[in-house]
């Protein structure tokens, strides 16, 4: 499975008039004109990301006449985390959602993808800005998860914190210092699960929405890192669902 490559002005911009998802967009650094101002008349209000890009990166990617511009129509369908938690009540499931703050490195999300499919999450949602790209590499390292779970790619993570809330989801985040053991915690509910920046972990705007925990560390290494962190929590969180 391969991420589908559109090269050339009229190309693109046949494409984001047709059914199909797109990706992400390269543009080359220093466009101007008719073109530019079409492309952010039809990027208007959709959460596709845009990159400025060199001339040089755009040759790299096709020897072909890119014409300045390169988009990437998406190997999975996107969905709304509204939709997909309303669905998930009318059918009388509790939500389990995961959400990916900063995590931008496309192995990690596979295999966060992997970890949150075989627990039972119902959706993993990202911002369409600072995230890892769903590519190849992240579909193979998922071992085919991303087919099996709905993916929700949001403009802005700290207002979809707002709108789980208001959804009746429960926001839990891993925090070193935190006072409760993850043991401790009741996941039986609507709950949304949070994992970070691999070095950063999860930015203060979104940790004030969470309630914290803490994985129980007896080692000297100072954390897990963002994947392995993710299946531990993940696999409590599907333990207590259970129960």
């Known amino acids: 499975m391969k991420n589908n490559l559109i090269i050339g002005r009229n190309a ?4 984001l008039d047709s059914a199909n998802q797109v990706e992400k967009i390269w543009l080359q650094v220093g466009t101007r004109g ?3 101002k079409e492309l952010r008349q039809k990027l208007k209000g959709r959460n596709i990301p845009v990159q400025h890009v060199p001339l040089q990166k755009l040759n790299k990617l096709s020897s072909g006449n890119h014409q300045g511009v390169a988009a990437f129509t998406s190997i999975v369908e996107y969905q709304s985390i509204e ?3 309303s669905l998930l009540y009318d059918q009388g499931k509790m939500p389990f959602i995961v959400v990916l703050d900063g995590v931008t490195d496309v192995r990690n999300l596979g295999a966060i993808a992997r970890s949150a499919e075989i627990f039972g999450a119902h ?6 800005k600072d995230s890892a790209l769903i ?7 998922s071992g ?31 925090e070193h210092h935190a006072n409760q053991e993850i043991a401790d915690v009741d996941f039986s509910g ?27 560390q007896v080692g000297k290494t100072e954390s897990l890192n963002v994947s392995v962190a993710a299946g531990v929590v ?4 599907s333990k207590c669902r259970a129960k």
Do not use: W
């Open 234 to 237: 993940l696999y409590e969180v």
């Open 83 to 85: 939709n997909v938690i």
């Open 190 to 216: 609507p709950v949304a699960i949070v994992f970070g920046d691999e070095g950063k972990g999860v930015s203060p705007s979104v940790m004030r929405s969470c309630q914290t925990f803490k994985i129980n």
């Open 123 to 128: 959706a993993i949602v990202s911002p369409v």
């Open 34 to 36: 008719d073109f530019e």
């Open 144 to 174: 085919g998860a991303l087919s099996h779970i709905a993916v929700c790619r949001e403009k802005s993570i700290v207002s979809t914190m707002e709108a789980l809330q208001n959804m009746g989801l429960t926001i839990f985040a891993a």
């Open 135 to 141: 590519n190849e590499i992240a579909y193979k390292t």
């Open 12 to 15: 693109v911009i046949e494409l």
